[in-house]
């Protein structure tokens, strides 16, 4: 398994090299290497190819940039993952009403009206929340085209407070 999961990830550098200007995107670092922080344990092959892969300079006339998710940047360190790169840019949880809005208004997964009521439904609790996953809670909004918005407003705040990512203010 270690060693097709380093073919794939091999596969694509090599298919990304092709052009002369190329992104990837590897989301979740620490499920591509295996880690588990029992132990701790992950996939040396794995590790070994990435870090390879990452360090390398593209061939002349080729440029590629690889964007990499992680939620545990000492893993990385840990790993010694952390020096193959170049830049990393904290993504920090959203823990603002206007940063929900400009996630809600960004997505085009509700009205402007819809936007307001939620809004008004949150200013005075606390929201806490990641990008990804605040992301992945509108795409329940998405589903709901054509029920009314009170409704999908209803629905979109208690998803959140389901979630335990907003704690109404009592």
């Known amino acids: 398994m270690e060693a097709s999961k380093c073919l ?6 090599d298919d990304a090299y092709r052009s002369e200007l190329s992104c990837i995107f590897m989301n979740d670092l620490e499920h591509l290497m295996g ?3 029992i132990g701790p344990r992950y996939q040396s092959l794995v590790l070994d190819a990435m870090y390879s892969l990452l360090s390398a300079s593209p061939p002349p006339g ?3 940039l690889v964007v990499c998710t992680s939620k545990r940047r000492s893993v990385l360190e840990e790993l010694g993952l952390l020096s193959a790169f170049t830049a990393v840019i904290r993504v920090p949880y959203i823990a603002h009403v206007e940063d929900v809005r400009l996630v809600l208004e960004e997505s085009q997964a509700m ?3 819809e936007i307001e009521a939620v809004l ?3 200013r005075h609790g606390k929201i806490f929340v990641g990008v990804k996953k605040l992301l ?3 795409d329940s ?4 085209k054509g029920v009314d918005w009170r409704k999908r407003v209803a629905s979109f705040v208690n998803l959140l407070e389901d979630e335990g990512v907003y704690t109404p203010e009592l």
Request: net charge positive.
């Open 8 to 13: 794939r990830i091999s596969k694509t550098f």
């Open 35 to 37: 880690y588990s922080p």
């Open 62 to 64: 080729r440029k590629l």
């Open 111 to 113: 009205s402007p009206d």
């Open 120 to 122: 008004k439904h949150i």
């Open 136 to 138: 992945g809670l509108l």
């Open 141 to 144: 909004m998405r589903v709901m």
